[in-house]
């Protein structure tokens, strides 16, 4: 089992900055990629940025691509999305998500407001 537990959000002003933090603990040895992904009311949870176990290869959804980042500390097992001149279109819970050979594993979500 991995336990994800998110951290970070909050409400910024349109152009504010934001850094989420993903925390894991559990069998961290086995996690592959791990991803931050977002939902708002209505729609389906969306793919915002995932990294690799390496920390070298990393995807953008091309809504955030220039704005934000994401990256990973393996000495401290915790993914980190820096988010730069949020959109309140950027506005939504955002999710952790780590996978191993053993499943597939999110965490409870933290809120982000950006308001106009």
């Known amino acids: 089992q991995v336990q994800l537990v998110e951290s970070g959000g909050g409400s910024v002003q349109d152009g504010g900055s934001l850094r989420l933090s993903c925390a894991t603990s559990?069998?961290?040895?086995?996690?592959?990629?791990m991803g931050w992904y977002r939902q708002t009311p209505g729609k389906q949870r969306e793919l915002v940025a995932s990294?690799?176990?390496?920390?070298?290869?990393?995807n953008y959804a091309d809504s955030v691509k220039g704005r934000f980042t994401i990256s990973r500390d393996s000495a401290k097992n915790t993914v980190y999305l820096q988010m730069n001149s949020l959109k309140p279109e950027d506005a939504a819970v955002y999710y952790c998500?780590?996978?191993?050979?053993?499943?597939?594993?999110w965490g409870q979500g933290t809120q982000v407001a950006v308001s106009s």
């Open positions: 998500n780590a996978r191993n050979p053993y499943g597939n594993y």
């Open positions: 559990g069998r961290v040895f086995s996690i592959g990629t």
């Open positions: 990294i690799d176990s390496t920390g070298r290869r990393k």
